[in-house]
């Protein structure tokens, strides 16, 4: 069975520290790794895919295979920042179930 | 492009009472699903659908129903409310990844259900 570990709850940072939001997942083939954000009364919305390879807002997230990590970074936290993160598990194939972490929720003070 | 859309956004139900949740979307997703978030338990998956007339379970499909006659509608019902599903859900919808799996999923806003 897939899982997704995001072992913090709840991250604090100050405005212009680094962040880093982990995200371990179990899976024994190649999945396809997620983050996505939800800003305070907003949709949730897709930051970014591994395979993409991109940085969106900032945040890069690379995935290691040998560790089954995906974690999510951020060199300089911005107020905007603040949301709750949820790092999510494709198996691919004729598995279309998305499986999501529990979720970290980011307060970045200023 | 009004995206994915749910209805209603609040609602409150007495222990027994049936339900549904509206959702559509109006991109020709073939992918669409139902999810609930609850405090300290991420987001869980229902039911999903990979196209009209096909639908499947989810983690945690019990006590909810759906159905996927068109391409743009995915609703859920709860046959017989309870308390263990007051919650918030939403509807995603993709167009489902090139070799297989959910792609990158859109999501609605999201339905607040109280049941008492």
């Known amino acids: 069975a897939q899982r997704v570990t995001q072992p913090e709850k709840l991250l604090s940072v100050f405005k212009g520290a680094p962040v880093e939001l982990k995200c371990n997942y179990s899976?024994?083939?190649?999945?396809?790794l997620f983050w996505y954000v939800q800003y305070s009364r907003q949709r949730l919305q897709l930051l970014l895919r591994h395979i993409s390879r991109e940085s969106i807002k900032g945040f890069t997230a690379d995935l290691n295979k040998g560790e089954t990590s995906f974690h999510l970074k951020k060199p300089f936290a911005q107020e905007e920042d603040s949301a709750m993160y949820y790092c999510?598990?494709?198996?691919?194939?004729?598995?279309?179930?998305?499986?999501f972490g529990k979720g970290t929720l980011l307060t970045v003070n200023p | 492009n009004a995206g994915v859309t749910q209805t209603p956004k609040f609602q409150v139900l007495k222990t027994g009472q049936s339900m549904t949740l509206q959702c559509a979307q109006d991109m020709n997703h073939e992918y669409m699903s139902w999810y609930r978030q609850d405090p300290g338990m991420g987001l869980r998956l229902i039911h999903y659908?990979?196209?009209?007339?096909?639908?499947d379970q989810g983690e945690v499909p019990n006590g909810y129903n759906v159905s996927r006659s068109t391409t743009e509608d995915f609703p859920l019902r709860l046959l017989s409310a309870a308390p263990s599903q007051t919650s918030v859900y939403f509807c995603?919808?993709?167009?489902?990844?090139?070799?297989?799996?959910?792609?990158?999923?859109?999501f609605g806003e999201g339905s607040r259900l109280t049941v008492l």
């Open positions: 999510a598990l494709d198996s691919g194939g004729s598995n279309y179930k998305l499986t």
């Open positions: 995603a919808s993709s167009y489902s990844g090139s070799g297989g799996g959910t792609g990158e999923l859109f």
């Open positions: 659908s990979v196209g009209a007339g096909i639908t």
């Open positions: 899976y024994s083939g190649s999945p396809e």
